[in-house]
């Protein structure tokens, strides 16, 4: 019989041969493409075999969940172990994050990064929280990121915060059952991305697109980082708050 376990290992495998194909493909070495498997909702016991088949970069979306997994004895001193933030933060809850995450990868208006700013400024030495601006393309009302026009006025002023690496961009786009629908959202997302670097004058290397259905697709438009649950892990259960 094949425990749910195994199964994890298998899942895994066969996701990073599908990543490293998908950059291959699209002219890229595999390790351009970081894998950001995502484990909120799942127990720290998912997260301890996940480390033992090498992942090291896990992506969590609920602060209080995360808090507790962090400082779970079988996770917290493991020193080559990194966190990514990519749910919906609020402000009050920066605090929590701040310098113990490698990357808040939702940071999706001025005054969150300005709180974020504000923090690491406090904390000093020159410390600075990596992060990545969430971009809202398609403006829907009911998602949150930066508008790229808004982007585009907001961005100079986001990069003279000292307290912040800002890497990147990430977005969410809808869900769509046929991957391919989604290539056009992810080719938007880096031609946005190269037309900041060009009129900034500024390196914003990561793209953080792509989940467990469409990040193949998302990997030939140029993704760097890639998020996956449930390819790897499984459906996940509902949420009890
Ligand atoms: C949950 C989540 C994912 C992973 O989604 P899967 O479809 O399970 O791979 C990726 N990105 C974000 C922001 C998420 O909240």
């Not at 690491?120 to 410390?127: H, K, L, P």
């Not at 307290?163 to 809808?174: K, S, V």
């Not at 467990?212 to 509902?238: C, H, K, L, M, Q």
């Amino acid at each position: 019989m094949v425990t749910p376990l195994r199964q994890m290992e298998g899942r895994l495998a066969v996701i990073n041969g599908r990543i490293r194909d998908a950059a291959l493909r699209s002219g890229r070495d595999a390790s351009a493409v970081q894998l950001v498997a995502v484990t909120k909702t799942h127990p720290a016991a998912t997260l301890v075999e996940a480390y033992e088949y090498g992942v090291r970069l896990f992506g969590e979306s609920y602060v209080q969940e995360w808090m507790a997994k962090a400082e779970h004895p079988q996770l917290v001193g493991k020193s080559d172990l990194q966190w990514s933030f990519i749910g919906s933060l609020q402000r009050n809850k920066v605090r929590f994050l701040l310098g113990r995450v490698a990357c808040i990868e939702t940071v999706h208006n001025r005054r969150l990064a300005g709180e974020i700013n504000k923090r690491a400024m406090e904390r000093g030495g020159g410390f600075r929280q990596g992060v990545l601006l969430q971009i809202n393309g398609s403006g829907e009302a009911s998602k949150s990121g930066f508008r790229p026009d808004e982007l585009r006025a907001q961005l100079p002023a986001l990069l003279s915060l000292r307290g912040l690496r800002i890497d990147g961009l990430m977005h969410i786009p809808a869900f769509r059952p046929d991957p391919e629908a989604s290539r056009a959202d992810h080719r938007a997302l880096r031609l946005l991305r190269d037309e900041l670097q060009d009129a900034e004058g500024t390196a914003l290397p990561e793209l953080s697109m792509g989940m467990s259905g469409d990040f193949e697709v998302a990997i030939e438009e140029g993704a760097t980082r890639v998020r996956v649950g449930t390819g790897i892990f499984g459906e996940r259960a509902p949420r009890t708050p």
